[in-house]
């Protein structure tokens, strides 16, 4: 008589064990397919701190509990060391939501105890991302002019913030915020999501229709190029038009002009990205000026030797040991810097090794 096997049952559990076993393999076989794609394991968590930090200022209700799970799961491949600069962003934005509803209740018993203001006053509310700025990527720096009342706002909450936390001070990142507008355009109600920045700009227009840049950019104290990219955007919503080759901007008026003029323009919004972005234009050109002093000096270099001489004077971010406010630049940016200036006629390249022009 044969024998008698008792069969293996696989239970619900053992199911969700193979399941997860299987994800994970798989999950563990895409790092590394990412990590090889940028170059290394530092590039890799520099880039995802850079898409944190967009996805961070977006979440405008604070929720982080997604980006949370996430950075958990990151950590089980590159390590709580790695990702530690992330882990202080997330937290950055949990305080925020708890900072900012203490500063806000206050100011709410001082309107109370004072009466009701002006009407402008009474319609606005701040809410604020308070950020340890050493701990995220750098950003551009936009200053310019708000109207009286919503300045007045941020000086109170700004006051209120000083009162808590021991005589800090905030800095306000004026082309990074969220501004609702509501705006009445040739008998329309058009809303708006924009920059505080760009909330100013049209702002101006309320009490004068028509604006040059040069006036629009004295008036709000920025550069004329920072006024004009504005300017352009509002012309995109069909909110403004252009006049004198966009020397001189109007409020739209639809009587007697194309319907279409203006409308259904794409435009993309600022983020902490694009700040990034232009940020990361200014520390190459920080890059090109330590260059230009190294190959003065020093005569021609290689790219490697240029790169570890840059290292010794210009701090790295995580994964490179210094503060993440200073400049940082990678064997592939540099190249590229590199290889532009010998386009430009800039520098020469011989054999990998740089010089510059005999002209410069």
Known sequence: MKGLYPLQIITDSDNRLLSYELHTVTCISIFSLLVHIYGGQDLFVNEYRTLLSDRLLLSLDYDVTRELRNLELLKLRFGESNLHYCEVMIKDITDSRRVNGLINNKLSIKKQQQGDGDDHENDVIINSFILSHIFWPSFRIETMKLPAFIQKKLDDYNKSFQ????????????????????LEVNDQILNFQVSPSRASVIWQFQNKSVWSVEDLSTELESTPSVIRRHLLYWAGQGVLCEEKEGEVFKIFEKEGMDDTYHEGGVFEEESAMSSMKSQKENDLEVVWSYVTAMLTNLGPMSLDKIHNMLSMFMLSGPGGGGGAGQSSCTVAELKACLDKKVKGQELMCTGGVYQLCKNN
């Open 163 to 182: 009162e808590i936390k021991g005589m800090r001070e905030l800095k306000w990142c004026h082309d990074l915020g969220q501004v609702q507008l509501e």
